[in-house]
């Protein structure tokens, strides 16, 4: 992982957990409790490349049917709306 942001340079990273929102050809896979390391100044967060290869992999076995996810939740979706009034 990384020690430091390549955003902003700062040397100041938490390692936390967080939600993980992936997308593969349209299809959302939401991921809880990833594990990452978040920049302290600017909130850039950075995830280490074999657990982003696993949740890529367990998309696909979603997607494919191959696995069923923990749960599902709807989620609203709006276009933006430019300011012009
Ligand atoms: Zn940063």
Same mark, same amino acid.
């Given at each position: 992982?990384?020690?430091?942001?390549?955003?902003?340079?700062?040397?100041?990273?938490?390692?936390?957990?967080? =939600?993980? +929102?992936?997308?593969?050809?349209?299809?959302?896979?939401?991921?809880? %409790? @990833?594990?990452?390391? !978040?920049?302290?100044?600017?909130?850039?967060?950075?995830?280490?490349?074999?657990?982003?290869?696993?949740?890529?992999?367990?998309? =696909?076995? +979603?997607?494919?049917?191959?696995?069923?996810?923990?749960?599902?939740? %709807? @989620?609203?979706?709006? !276009?933006?709306?430019?300011?012009?009034?």
């Amino acid at each position: 992982m990384a020690e430091q942001c390549s955003f902003c340079g700062n040397t100041h990273l938490t390692p936390k957990t967080t =939600r993980y +929102i992936h997308q593969q050809n349209g299809d959302l896979l939401f991921v809880e %409790q @990833v594990p990452c390391l !978040e920049c302290d100044y600017c909130g850039e967060q950075y995830f280490e490349i074999d657990g982003l290869k696993r949740i890529e992999a367990d998309h =696909r076995a +979603i997607v494919e049917h191959r696995k069923s996810p923990s749960r599902f939740v %709807q @989620v609203a979706v709006q !276009e933006f709306e430019t300011a012009t009034r």
